[in-house]
Structure formats: structure tokens, C-alpha cells
């Protein structure tokens, strides 16, 4: 599954445009990445990047006015919710290999 910020109508596009085998759930107000310590928040003086270059309304996709998203990232968590491998970076374009969560899962 993936969790993101965005209200769930946004989600649920997404899923369709992308094809997506995997569910895509609401975090809404990042509760879930404040608690996993991966939430950040826009300062004002940079704002104008999503809104001007990008055009794009983070509170309208998330649904609140914090102007906060999560860093990418991907945990893996046991059946007893104890989390088993961890990969965050505050850059968007490096992310994780698949396999390297594979082999992760096979050890469990």
C-alpha cells in the first residue's frame, strides 16, 4: 500500500490514471508521517515554487492549509508492528530499489 497526504478523491485518481495495483490511502493532516518523523513543512518564503512553477495547490490536493508533505519513503513493518527496514530521503528522485525491500521480506 501507499499512504499520501492528498484527499482521498485525488488518491483514487491517481490509482486509475496510473494503473495502479496497490491501494492509496489518505494521511490527511500527515498525521501518519508526523508520527514517522517524515513530515516537513513549506516555509512561507517557499510557497511560491508550488504555487508559481509548478501550479500546483497543496492545500487543495491535501485538503488542509499546512503547506506539509512527506519525505519519500518506504517502511517495512512486521506482523508484530515492529519496523524491520527503513528508507527516507529528503530528495524525491532517489528512491529505493524494490529489491532491496524483496530481500528484506524474504528474511521475514
Same mark, same amino acid.
Given at each position: $500500500?501507499?499512504?499520501?497526504?492528498? =484527499?482521498?478523491?485525488?488518491?483514487?485518481?491517481?490509482?486509475?490514471?496510473?494503473?495502479?495495483?496497490?491501494?492509496?490511502?489518505?494521511?490527511?493532516?500527515?498525521?501518519?508521517?508526523?508520527?514517522?518523523?517524515? =513530515?516537513?513543512?513549506?516555509?512561507?518564503?517557499?510557497?511560491?515554487?508550488?504555487?508559481?512553477?509548478?501550479?500546483?495547490?497543496?492545500?487543495?490536493?491535501?485538503?488542509?492549509?499546512?503547506?506539509?508533505?512527506? $519525505?519519500? =519513503?518506504?517502511?517495512?513493518?512486521?506482523?508484530?508492528?515492529?519496523?524491520?527496514?527503513?528508507?527516507?530521503?529528503?530528495?524525491?528522485?532517489?528512491?529505493?530499489?524494490?529489491?532491496? =525491500?524483496?530481500?528484506?521480506?524474504?528474511?521475514?
Amino acid at each position: $500500500m501507499a499512504i499520501s497526504p492528498q =484527499a482521498q478523491n485525488y488518491n483514487r485518481e491517481l490509482v486509475k490514471e496510473r494503473r495502479l495495483p496497490f491501494e492509496v490511502l489518505s494521511d490527511s493532516g500527515n498525521q501518519v508521517a508526523h508520527r514517522f518523523k517524515v =513530515a516537513f513543512a513549506f516555509p512561507d518564503s517557499w510557497q511560491w515554487v508550488y504555487k508559481d512553477i509548478f501550479k500546483l495547490d497543496l492545500p487543495t490536493f491535501n485538503g488542509d492549509n499546512s503547506w506539509a508533505l512527506p $519525505m519519500p =519513503a518506504r517502511f517495512i513493518v512486521d506482523q508484530q508492528g515492529v519496523i524491520r527496514a527503513a528508507d527516507v530521503n529528503l530528495d524525491h528522485t532517489i528512491r529505493p530499489e524494490p529489491d532491496t =525491500a524483496i530481500e528484506v521480506l524474504k528474511k521475514l
